[in-house]
């Protein structure tokens, strides 16, 4: 099942640059099917100007489109996206006050969730 318009993905610069990685989207709808909610993504893809400008790691995942940030804004929600990351398969997870950043990136060191201040 599609959830998502590729479109919720772009760069919010507009660059329109690079693509999302297919593994992070079917894990993702996975992920939103079991959570039974819907998932706002608010970080998809971002170019590297983009991403310095916000203050993202030079090493980000967004930039290879290997992560997302989806709108979590209360404990429920949290709880609900959290579960369906995990069960979709998920390894790489950060908690934020409105936020919660899921990654495919396999370069990276697994079986992680962190907290953002």
Request: contains cysteine; hydrophobic residues 35%.
């Amino acid at each position: 099942m599609i959830y998502f318009d590729i479109t919720e993905f772009d760069c919010k610069c507009g660059c329109k640059t690079g693509s999302m990685n297919e593994e992070l989207l079917k894990r993702l709808s996975t992920a939103r099917f079991i959570a039974k909610i819907p998932f706002i993504i608010t970080s998809g893809l971002r170019c590297r100007v983009h991403n310095k400008r916000i203050g993202g790691s030079p090493s980000s995942s967004h930039i290879d489109g290997l992560a997302v940030d989806i709108k979590a804004d209360n404990s429920g929600h949290r709880h609900m996206i959290l579960k369906g990351l995990l069960e979709a398969g998920f390894k790489r997870i950060g908690i934020a006050k409105n936020f919660i950043h899921a990654d495919c990136d396999n370069t990276k060191p697994q079986q992680l969730t962190w907290l953002y201040k």
